[in-house]
């Protein structure tokens, strides 16, 4: 009931993101992998679709429903989550980049279970999906997410800059990891905006009331 007298933020926009954590295979039965629960990507997925948005939600291994009305495609690698990303993106306005993607993939995974006596593991970067995105000749309106243990602000801003990001939603991992609440602060290129504690729904409509806003001065 309440949707219904919602203003529709971002009606007839295509928005494409990343949720979750990606898994890197060291062999059929181990991989690397980050601690996220994927609960603030798909809160912020609902949020989008009850804006109106057209939402592909690029997902990494979570466990958790997908939104009603977003079209999920699920992933389990970098490369993975690379490959449906730009698979995704023609037509859409915007990127969001809430996944926390394995810096490091194994350079090859194994076909059998590796033996505890070979104890060499060799490491390769991943590809940075969200700066590729906007890095594109052709980007959509792009955010960042950095969960920080510290230094939030100087970390934060810096890779908003360092990928050219309009926007970033900045948290400390104390305040978000795991839980259904979650302490934001949004940085764009008029500063730094700090929200207040809320359960991470409030958070997601919070977060694309202020992109709604950024996209509608940008296209005018
Ligand atoms: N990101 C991405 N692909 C990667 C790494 C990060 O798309 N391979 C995105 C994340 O989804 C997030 C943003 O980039 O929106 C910041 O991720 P983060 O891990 O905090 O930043 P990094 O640039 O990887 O820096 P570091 O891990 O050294 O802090
Ligand atoms: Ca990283």
Redesign the pocket.
């Known amino acids: 009931l309440i949707a219904f007298f919602q203003p529709k933020l971002l009606a007839g926009r295509k928005v494409v993101m990343?949720a979750g954590p990606t898994f890197e295979a060291i062999d059929p039965v181990r991989g690397i992998t980050n601690t996220s629960s994927g609960k603030m990507g798909y809160a912020l997925a609902q949020a989008c679709r009850r804006a109106g948005a057209e939402v592909v939600l690029v997902s990494g291994p979570t466990g958790l429903p997908a939104p009603l009305g977003v079209e999920r495609v699920d992933v389990c690698s970098?490369l993975q989550?690379?490959d449906a990303v730009v698979a995704a993106l023609p037509g859409a306005d915007v990127f969001?980049?809430?996944?926390?993607?394995?810096?490091y993939r194994p350079l090859s995974a194994a076909e059998h279970k590796v033996k505890k006596s070979s104890a060499e593991l060799t490491l390769t970067p991943?590809?940075?999906?969200?700066?590729?995105?906007a890095a594109r000749p052709d980007a959509p309106f792009c955010?960042?997410?950095?969960?920080?243990s510290r230094e939030l602000d100087a970390?934060a801003e810096g890779?908003r800059r360092?990928?050219r990001l309009p926007m970033?939603v900045g948290n400390l991992v104390q305040d978000g990891l795991g839980s259904d609440d979650n302490q934001v602060i949004l940085y764009d290129d008029a500063g730094r905006h700090p929200q207040p504690r809320a359960p991470k729904t409030v958070v997601a409509q919070k977060i694309v009331e202020h992109l709604a806003g950024l996209l509608a001065m940008r296209a005018t």
């Open positions: 990343t970098a989550m690379r969001i980049g809430v996944a926390a993607v394995a810096d991943n590809p940075d999906i969200l700066a590729e995105v955010v960042g997410f950095a969960a920080e970390y890779k360092a990928k970033l």
